[in-house]
C-alpha cells in the first residue's frame, strides 16, 4: 500500500514540476513576442528608458517624432502620458531646420534634459536624456 501511495506522489510531483517548466516557457514566449521590433532606421525617435512594467500607467517603447510632437496628460497631445506628473501640456519637440527643440510649456514639475531643468528652448543632440515626471526617455537622431 505505501509503495503505490508513494509511486502516484512521485508521478504526481514530476507532472507539477512539468507543468511548472511549461508555465515558465510560456512567459519567456510571451515577453519575446511582446518585444517591438519595430524599424526606426533612419528615423527619429524617443526611446524609453524607463522598464515600461515598473511605471503604473501604460507607456510605450519607442515614439517617432515629426515636425511638431506635444507631450502630456491631455488627449489632444501627440504622446499621451498619464503620469499624475506630467502636466496636460508639458512639453513640445519642434523640427527646424533638420534640429528638433524642446520647449517646457510651463509645465508644474518641470522638464528636464541630461539631468538639468530647462528654462528656455534647447536644441537637441542625440543621445540626449529627457525627464518628465517619472519617465525618462532617450532622444535618438538616426538621419
Known sequence: MYNIVSLIF??????IIYLFILSIIRLIYLDI???????????????????K?????????????????????????????????????????VKDEGDYYLEDLNSANGTYVNGNRIMDVVRLKNGDRIRVGQVEFLYVNRE
Request: aromatic share 10%; no cysteine.
Open 33 to 51: 513576442r511582446g518585444i517591438d521590433t519595430t524599424a526606426l532606421d533612419n528615423t527619429t525617435y524617443l526611446k524609453l528608458i524607463n522598464r
Open 10 to 15: 512521485k508521478y504526481v510531483f514530476i507532472v
Open 53 to 93: 512594467d515598473s511605471l503604473p500607467f501604460k507607456v510605450e517603447e519607442y515614439y517617432a517624432l515629426k515636425d511638431v510632437i506635444r507631450l502630456g496628460r491631455a488627449n489632444n497631445n501627440e504622446i499621451i502620458i498619464r503620469d499624475p506628473y506630467v502636466s496636460k501640456n508639458h512639453l513640445k519637440l
